[in-house]
């Protein structure tokens, strides 16, 4: 027996060596693609020597001696610490994924090679002005010089992701760049999903004149700047239920409420405490770690220019120079429209076009899929764009038999010049060389956001489809191919995009809420972003005479919802302080003390209170009470409360109180009866997540920021690693914006969508301007700049964004030194 044993211990001795030595084996083979900063090294494609200065939050400060060097380096950079997060975005866009992670992505790749992204991207290099064209050529080489590197000194193949899913490291290229682009207009654009929620909700209620409570319009005129103080579709099949899409972590297809979000403002000198002006930019994305956004500083032939780029992109999309500062929004521009196209009974390759039956044009393409055999794809394409599936985005619940759909959408075109558009705005010096600049900007269409030494500015870029006024559908919905009206008539000119310039109030900005009020065809989009964060920005602005860098700051970490501000004394309006003292334990006591709460509750969706919990569960339990019996399984299509619809209802516009009453049910509910039982629905599910001390909660701990690694996130042990958790204020409606998972589940409330990147320039002091992104620099997950900055982050503050060479010198974490490689 005592022999036994001792083998036994011999064998763990020997388990725990092995496991010891395989451990350290394992990071020695990881580490070794961490970066070394601190080196000179030799390089082809450089025509002089470029140093890389990078401070002590690991933003890199190029200081080259021409544009072209710049770029180069900028690649470097990106090459450097996110390298994988680049290769995975460029694999997404060429629709490669499947080559990589098999069978899982497949319909993934399979959606994009529908759309054809890439091959556009290709054709487009073409179309790039001359400046453009050597900015994407120098940034490849410098990203071609890491890999070179990589292969010749063995850096652990670049990242450690590349040893768990290895892949040959193919040259970028410039069209890769432009089809990353291009894959971010996809990741912003909602108009598609808007348009089949919208046929879907008409084919399902019976009351046709209620579609206008459950998707309404935004009121109003809109807001720019502030002053001074189922009959369009013969046959559509009826309502069906269809699944809840999964979202994969590496498909860029989301739900339409992920489709973009942004704020910005400005202010001119008259509104500015220190008499320069003010800009305040924090794009809103989904969350992941790596985040998309990477800092950098480029000096360039026209001048410094610091901000937020996308690895992958030799751009600063965000940002400022001495003379400029520009920010972005998301446009919600109507630029996507589906056509139901006839098929021809007699030969399925044909369509119906309004001069008869037409041949589909097609290609094939193959899906190659790692451990799997390919699959061959036949890609259609119409007069109006790609014939896509009916399994992408619902579309076959509203496509007739006998019909396809197709996709008609700005970006899908071989003549984007967008990247020559943000190439250009680095090198504006003033508001109007920059909106000259961004006449080129096809997709996505955005909102910028300028100023200026003297002035301030805001302009939709982008393309904006011209249609034709008898449009069956304007745009809303699905419509027929085939009639002329409904096709698109090219795109309106940019000098009609709106525009506000210089504005007498000093004060500008959008929340990616409505901007103008016009009438169809000129509107411009029937959807938009926001109809709450802007209530809460105006009284900030106005709150004030004039403004600061700080005061900018507060605003954008403001988490007040002018939401609950609103809805709270509509729906609780018959519940606060009524009723009989009841027993502690019961549904009734539980209910007191949830109102009780509120009732002292100023809207503040802080991280530590219990109220935003109890708030948020309420709303949401409430909108699934009203809707849920009118419209059935399409309720889970709703994941995100709709105030204007809840305060519709109960207000009773037009009748809306309808909705609050169950057509099932023989009593009839009024909507304090609907209030009442859907806050019940609420406690009890808290009760059951979180437990029943309604004191006790904190809207944090559901409201966790959920920044995980789109690959190795849910890998057991590892996933401790490299996921980025931690508790957030924000919620869906405040200015500082926590976009909330949705749905029905525990996981609901995680924060999963918001500003990954914030800056705030002052051309009073442009180096007192401050910017912060919401991860680190490092895509490595071993490196300390993984995650340095997700603390900063949470807590709202920023790291310095200067130009001074001297003070990133200063504290420095490293320099480079890119030297040519002499003949």
Known sequence: MAVVFQWLVRLAVVLIVLAVLGVGMTYYLASRSLPDYDATLKVSGLAAETEIVRDNANVPHILAQNDADAFFALGFVHAQDRLWQMM???????????????TATVETDSFIRRLDIYRLAVQSVSVQTPQTITALEAYSAGVNARIAQI????????????????????????????????????????????????????????????????????????????????????????????????????SPFGPEVFAGASNAWAADASRSASGGTL??????????????????????????????????????????????????????VDDQDLFIEELNPDNQMQYRTPDGWKEFETRKSIVTIKDADPITLTLHWTDNGPVLPGTFKNIGAVTPTGHVTALSWTVLTPNDTTMSAAIGLMSAQNVAEAINASELVVAPAQNLTLADQDTIAMKTVG?????????????????????????????????????????????????????????????????????????RWQRLMQARQVHTRDSFIEAQLDTVSATARTLLPLIGAELWFTGEAAADGTVERQRQRAL??????????????????????????LQDRMVRDDIGPLADALTHIEPLFIERAFRDVGGASVWCDVHQSAPVETCPDMARLAL?????????????????????????????????????????????????????????????????????????????????????DPDSSVFIEATGQSGHFLSRHYDDMAQLWRRGEYIPMSLDQGLARAASVGITKLEPVTP
């Open 463 to 535: 393309a904006v489809p011209r249609r034709d006024a008898a449009h069956q559908s304007k745009g809303r919905m699905p419509s027929l191919g085939y009639v002329a009206t409904n096709r698109w008539q090219g795109v309106m000119s940019f000098a009609s995009n709106p525009g506000f310039i210089a504005p007498l109030g000093g004060i500008l900005g959008n929340t990616n809420n409505k901007m103008v009020e016009r009438p169809f065809p000129n509107h411009i989009s029937y959807r938009w972003g926001d109809t709450q964060r802007v209530q």
């Open 279 to 332: 800009l305040a930019n924090d794009p809103h994305l989904g969350f992941s770690a790596p985040g998309i956004w990477y800092l950098a500083r480029l000096n360039l032939q026209a001048g410094g220019v610091i901000g937020a780029t996308i690895p992958g992109m030799p751009t600063v999309l965000t940002g400022r120079s001495d003379a400029l500062g520009w920010g972005v929004t998301s446009a919600y």
């Open 88 to 102: 995975m975005l460029r694999r997404t866009a060429q629709g490669r994924l499947s080559e990589v992670f098999g």
């Open 680 to 764: 019940d629905d609420a406690l009890l599910w808290i009760g059951e997540t979180y437990g029943t001390q309604l004191e006790s909660l904190r809207w944090g701990d559901a409201h966790q920021a959920v920044q995980d690694h789109p690959v190795l996130g849910n890998v057991p042990v590892l996933r401790y690693f490299v996921n980025i958790r931690q508790s957030t204020s924000g919620g869906d409606n405040t200015l500082q914006r926590g976009l909330t998972r949705g749905g029905p589940g525990a996981d609901a409330f995680e924060n999963v969508h918001g500003a990954g990147y914030r800056g705030v320039y002052d051309f009073a």
């Open 596 to 621: 009780t709460l509120l009732a002292d509750w100023n809207g503040e969706m802080n991280e530590h209170l219990p109220e935003p919990l109890i708030y948020a569960a309420w709303l949401r339990a």
């Open 151 to 250: 292969n010749q000194e063995a850096l652990g193949r670049g990242a450690p992701e590349f040893f768990v899913f290895p892949m040959a490291l193919a040259p970028w290229q410039p069209a890769d760049s432009i089809a990353i682009g291009k894959l971010m207009a996809l990741r912003l654009s909602g108009q598609l999903d808007a348009e089949v929620l919208r046929a879907r909700m008409s084919l399902a209620l019976p009351d046709q004149d209620r579609l206008i409570d459950i998707l309404p319009d935004a009121p109003g005129a809109g807001v720019g700047a502030l002053p001074e103080y189922a009959a369009l579709v013969p046959n559509a099949p009826r309502y069906a239920a269809m699944p809840v899409q999964q979202i994969n972590p590496l």
